[in-house]
């Protein structure tokens, strides 16, 4: 059972646009919310988070959104840079360790 | 450079071998994981060590056996494995406390391809 979802498995976008990936999430009790970004062969790290109690976070070029009422989460970049070219994972936590994340959303950015 | 450090960072393993998969953290942290990451599946939690005390088994095959001597440290031995097995390893690391609002850090992760 996947509480943590994202249906786009790969997104193209030209430099200096905008790239949103999605999220979407099927548990009511997720409070807080993660992004990671991916490079190959390297682990994920830490992009930006957001807790149930804001709509919107923001850090620099990276913006996320929360929509509580429809459980989705999204992740704007602007201006995106080919250096932004990584998979990108959402995850939420639940009680105790437990990180739920989803399949991960392949960007590239085009020069 | 997260503070977390992983080695091997590839292995090739028969399914008769048996090797150890090694997880440092530098960050004081009080809780370490075990996650697998097949292509296109979610990571998927394994084993988590709170203050060296295992406290999540997902119902991982015992040829996985996790090691936690220390707060600091994190093995992951394996023996017997299948090629289904062939996964990205990553270790984890996050300091547990009051607040639900922790982050993971992550290691690098060791491709295993068991042949």
């Not at chain 2, 295992?54 to 056996?65: D, H, K, L, M």
């Amino acid at each position: 059972d996947q509480q943590v979802k994202q249906n786009s498995p790969s997104l193209s976008v030209q430099e200096g646009r905008i790239s949103i990936l999605n999220c979407d999430y099927t548990n009511s009790m997720f409070d807080y919310f993660l992004w990671y970004k991916k490079y190959p062969a390297e682990g994920p790290t830490f992009l930006i988070s957001i807790s149930s109690i804001k709509d919107k976070n923001e850090d620099g070029r990276f913006t996320v959104f929360l929509n509580k009422s429809a459980k989705h989460l999204s992740l704007h970049i602007v201006p995106s840079q080919p250096g932004d070219s990584a998979v990108y994972f959402c995850a939420a936590p639940l009680t105790g360790n437990q990180f739920y994340f989803g399949t991960g959303t392949s960007l590239t950015v085009i020069p | 450079e997260t503070g977390v450090t992983q080695t091997p960072r590839h292995l090739v393993m028969g399914m008769t071998n048996k090797k150890s998969l090694k997880c440092e953290q530098h960050l004081g942290h009080n809780a370490m994981y075990w996650y697998k990451q097949s292509a296109k599946k979610p990571l998927e939690l394994m084993f988590v060590y709170n203050f060296k005390e295992q406290t999540e088994n997902n119902s991982v095959p015992s040829r996985f056996s996790p090691e936690c001597p220390n707060s600091s440290h994190l093995f992951l031995h394996l023996h017997t494995l299948q090629p289904e097995d062939s996964a990205l390893y990553l270790c984890a690391s996050s300091q547990e406390g009051v607040s639900r609002n922790e982050k993971l850090f992550f290691g690098s992760g060791t491709q295993l391809s068991v042949l």
